[in-house]
């Protein structure tokens, strides 16, 4: 893709982040509870004034200007880079649109998860389903690639995720995130679905290795989820 392309489809996620940040913000609550709709500092109620939506990068309440959400242009900036890379990596048509999709899904997942680790129902669902519909339009117009295989895929890695789930630990909502990521793998190749399971792996590991210099349990600090869509999605670039 050229230049201007990518610098468009950049642009297009650095809306999308925008977007996404009163969503995170939501969110971004401790279960049992389900979503937040008040500043924690001021009690001033931020969605449905349309508050957060006008201060999409400052990070703070526009009442008393408290840090809160996602940090400042974090949303905005990750998920930029991410499109303009998906962009870079020549994709296109439907198959592109899965993978735009699962990245603005995965950014925002990973600032929740970032802030009180879960990976809640409200965007596992929706990754997993837009990105099943997605890949079935690209079937149906005639892109390369296998539904057939990607189903697979999908129910492959959910299988062996939901047994790390009995006998490692690993969490539900990782569990709930898998269909998408086989499927977007399971797409284009086996070849790609285990190297983007292992490029997950091997990005949770470093980073784990990071947290545990530090004192850290890596468990206790950030779900698996956020670092298996950094892999799935960097594998599934190297496909055109």
Do not use: N
């Amino acid at each position: 893709m050229s230049v201007l392309g990518v610098a468009l489809s950049a642009a297009v996620g650095a809306l999308a982040g925008a977007a996404a940040r009163p969503l995170v913000f939501s969110r971004s609550v401790q279960a049992p509870a389900a979503s937040r709709s008040s500043c924690p500092h001021c009690g001033s109620v931020l969605l449905g004034r349309r508050l957060l939506p006008l201060q999409p990068v400052s990070g703070r309440c526009p009442a008393c200007k408290e840090h809160i959400g996602p940090p400042a242009v974090s949303a905005e900036v990750t998920t930029a880079a991410a499109f303009a890379a998906i962009a870079a990596g020549g994709a296109s048509g439907w198959f592109a649109a899965a993978q735009y999709w699962l990245a603005a899904c995965g950014i925002a997942m990973a600032l929740i998860d970032l802030a009180v680790q879960r990976l809640p129902d409200v965007l596992t669902l929706p990754a997993c389903t837009g990105t099943i519909l997605l890949l079935a339009a690209a079937t149906v117009v005639g892109e390369p690639g296998s539904l057939g295989r990607a189903a697979a895929g999908g129910a492959v890695l959910t299988a062996v995720f939901l047994l790390l789930a009995m006998i490692a630990g690993l969490g539900l909502g990782d569990v709930k995130l898998a269909p998408a990521i086989g499927a977007l793998l399971g797409w284009s190749s086996w070849t790609h679905l285990w190297w983007g399971t292992a490029a997950g792996f091997l990005v949770g590991a470093v980073c784990a290795a990071a947290l545990l210099t530090t004192g850290h349990d890596r468990r206790s600090q950030i779900a698996f989820g956020p670092f298996i869509t950094i892999g799935a999605l960097a594998v599934s670039l190297t496909t055109t």
